[in-house]
T-cell receptor, first 114, second 108 residues
Framework: NAGVTQTPKFQVLKTGQSMTLQCAQD?????MSWYRQDPGMGLRLIHY???????DQGEVPNGYNVSRSTTEDFPLRLLSAAPSQTSVYFC?????????????FGEGSRLTVL | GQSLEQPSEVTAVEGAIVQINCTYQ??????LSWYQQHDGGAPTFLSY????GLEETGRFSSFLSRSDSYGYLLLQELQMKDSASYFC?????????FGKGTTLSVSS
């Protein structure tokens, strides 16, 4: 099993551009989520999904969209990139829809917005 | 509101024991998780406490006191490879919320 796979690993955008960060998992996990990590800020939840067709907002959802058309995939869309969105983005999944004690993380996508 | 507090940095020497504390505030609490992250890589799960008491996994142990809204991660027989960031986290509804992390530096 590959686990949680994120693409791209690195990306540079200009302000105002849009892009999609891809996340796929092959563990048949119902729960998937996106975090951003900034120095000194820990991991902050952007959006999450408890199953196909169901998404919800986390702590810092503004400027991001998500969709969950399949169990395996959970893409994160930046609609109009801003320098404040320069960050490392992690996708994570877990087995249960109600118990998320253990998350499995991807290797991260490092985004720079100029 | 919901929050977790942990020290930003801890230093120790090889072979020593270190304790990383975590206090939390939340209206609904299921349990406390701990994660390790090396050099900005993927965080990995270490342990989970749902009930009061100590959970031991090799050199690592985690403790929880629900009445005090407090937990800690105990690392014994420290090794250089334990230098990393450590995060506590709790489940809020259907989401896992993380603290800001503690950077552990182990020196020889």
């Amino acid at each position: 099993n590959a686990g949680v796979t994120q693409t791209p690993k690195f990306q540079v955008l200009k302000t105002g551009q849009s892009m999609t960060l891809q996340c796929a998992q092959d563990m048949n996990h119902e729960y998937m989520s996106w975090y951003r990590q900034d120095p000194g800020m820990g991991l902050r939840l952007i959006h999450y999904s408890v199953g196909a067709g169901i998404t919800d907002q986390g702590e810092v959802p503004n400027g991001y969209n998500v969709s969950r058309s399949t169990t395996e995939d959970f893409p994160l869309r930046l609609l109009s990139a801003a320098p404040s969105q320069t960050s490392v983005y992690f996708c994570a999944s877990s087995r249960g829809t109600s118990d998320h004690r253990e998350l499995f993380f991807g290797e991260g996508s490092r985004l720079t917005v100029l | 509101g919901q929050s977790l507090e942990q020290p930003s940095e801890v230093t120790a020497v090889e072979g020593a024991i270190v304790q990383i504390n975590c206090t939390y505030q939340t209206s609904g609490f299921y349990g406390l998780s701990w994660y390790q992250q090396h050099d900005g890589g993927a965080p990995t799960f270490l342990s989970y406490n749902a009930l009061d008491g100590l959970e031991e996994t090799g050199r690592f142990s985690s403790f929880l006191s629900r009445s005090d809204s407090y937990g800690y991660l105990l690392l014994q027989e420290l090794q250089m490879k334990d230098s990393a960031s450590y995060f506590c986290a709790f489940q809020a509804g259907t989401a896992l919320i993380f603290g800001k992390g503690t950077t552990l530096s182990v020196s020889s």
